[in-house]
């Protein structure tokens, strides 16, 4: 096994304390003897999702040498409230400790830069590898075993149980519900996210009518008590009177018939999309990455693929998907549908004119027309966000998940961690609030003159009168808290530090196997650099006159085995978006380094 500089792995401190430890504080002494991944994660964060999940397989496999420790370094003020985390761990099964960190102080130590940044630490207490985005999997597991067999022959690897100690079970009819609709019955339909069904309430909003799914993560069709989905979210009532399931989890879309109960895939592999898969073609050979809500609008199904920061859709007559706005760029622009930058776009409405899209990263909302063309009617970009009524301009939202289009041709807007259902009216620009003290609302369905509220985390439907005036909330702003670096006037060194993993080398058989893309907040930011290249570095000049802003850096790289006795190369593409607050200061530094993989990296 190469040699590695040995950097010590420093203490993992967190004021909000340790979860899935049965009230144990946890040191990295507690861990001596075993090899440890430290997730870096935010709940808000799609990638840091899809982590998760990529773990889920390493976790298993090497349960008795591995310990995965959960930090939540939250991005948004909702995320620092403990039991915002506490929700989060159970909403999305995390089986391991977590540390809540809602000052960033473990963050801070380990110069993690963005969500979400994967870290290992070996059985003596060194950090070996850093790796920032989503798709290493396979190189962890392969530096899991190489440090498996080294510290097994060193004496020193420890093999064990692990400290995690599930939580008691809570018995609720409905847990974390994502989305809901009305059946033409009166009856209700609910994604029940966390257990991995379908409940369909009786008219009250309260009483059970019958249950989809086994209630156990899986991807299988048939009869409502063997179908299985993996955190089904968005659903759509289609003219026939079926229903379209985004299966988030699943990377698919279901198709359920309430009259037979009976559940069919009707798009989607159950494996996620990458940079260079198809982009279009028949449903069930396109890869999909967690599709989070699905309208039907302009006859066809539109799909909020928040993985991948696109809208897509689906033909049911035709049977094939393709995207149709966002350039898988995180953002927000607006424009033609194709140049449209999205950030986890995750819940939609559809009216006769337009589209409605709760854009949830940039804690905005949005529409495109029937010309395809995207505008934007609240929010200003990844990093503001708050609770302030009034013109639209000036109105902020926090991580809105869905949107509901009203008959007098406003929209409701599911403010989610404002815990607020929020309105904006086209024909006023304006913004107020409907109702405050709901519980993390995801979504919510219009019922003559009431609204019923999905409350997530209050795990329960909530019936609530449209008010005639609207509730007055005081104003409150909000950025990012991470500190931003401080970088001197000027020429700035860009370079994202990528090294193939174990085994591996850059995959070059069709061109070049790197991509960096580059933009900033404001634009006026960047006097040179924006825009797209194949080189990991670059060389970028701030404008004179800006002293700060953000620095959006998008990077991927495709890595394959390298062994020529293989006959056809498993190859794995390695991917991540960074906003870098930054400071223009003179004593600045004048190159910034960003990791997306390598071994002792010092960035």
Known sequence: MASRARVRAPELIGKGGWLNTGDKDLTLSDLRGRIVVLDFWTFCCVNCLHVLDELRELEERHRDTVVIVGVHSPKFVHEAEHQAVVDAVERYEVEHPVLDDPELATWKQYAVRAWPTLVVIDPEGYVVAQHAGEGHAHAIEKLVEELEAEHE??????????????????????????????????????????????????????????????????????????????????????????????????????????????????????????????????????????????????????????????????????????????????????????????????????????????????????????????????GTGLFDFGHRDGAADQALLQHPLGVTALPDGSVAVSDTYNHALRRYDPATGEVTTLATDLREPSDAVLVGDDIVVVESARHRLTRLRLPEAAVRVESVAHRTQRAATEVAPGRLRLDVVFQAPAGQKLDTRYGPSTRLLVSSTPPELLAEGEGAGTDLGRDLVLADGVNEGVLHVSAMAASCDDDPDIEYPACHVHQQDWGVPVTVTADGTARLGLVLAGLDSEA
């Open 153 to 378: 022959a060193k004496g020193t690897l420890r093999r064990g149980d692990g400290p995690y100690v599930p939580p008691e079970p809570v018995a609720t009819d409905l847990r974390f519900p994502g989305k809901a609709l009305q059946l033409p019955g009166g009856s209700f339909l609910v994604s029940d996210t966390t257990r991995h069904q379908l409940v369909e309430l009786d008219g009250d909003g309260e009483s059970v009518l019958r249950r989809i799914g086994t209630g156990e993560r899986g991807l299988a069709d048939g009869p409502a008590e063997r179908a299985a989905f993996s955190e089904p979210q968005g659903l759509a009532l289609l003219p026939g009177g079926k229903v379209i399931v985004a299966d988030t989890v699943n990377h698919a879309l279901r198709l359920f018939d309430p009259e037979t109960g009976e559940v069919g895939t009707v798009a989607g592999t159950g494996k996620q999309w990458w940079q260079g898969s198809p982009t279009e073609g028949p449903a069930r050979e396109v890869d999909l990455s967690s599709p989070w809500d699905v309208a039907y609008f302009d006859g066809r199904v539109w799909i909020a693929m928040a993985g991948v920061h696109q809208l897509w859709t689906y033909d049911p007559e035709t049977g094939t998907v393709r995207a149709a706005a966002g350039t898988t760029n995180e953002g927000l622009v607006d424009g033609p549908a194709a140049e449209a930058w999205f950030a986890q776009p995750s819940g939609l409405a559809a009216t006769e004119d337009r589209l409605w899209i709760a854009d949830s990263e940039t804690s905005a909302v949005r529409w495109i027309d029937r010309e395809g063309v995207v505008h934007t009617a609240v």
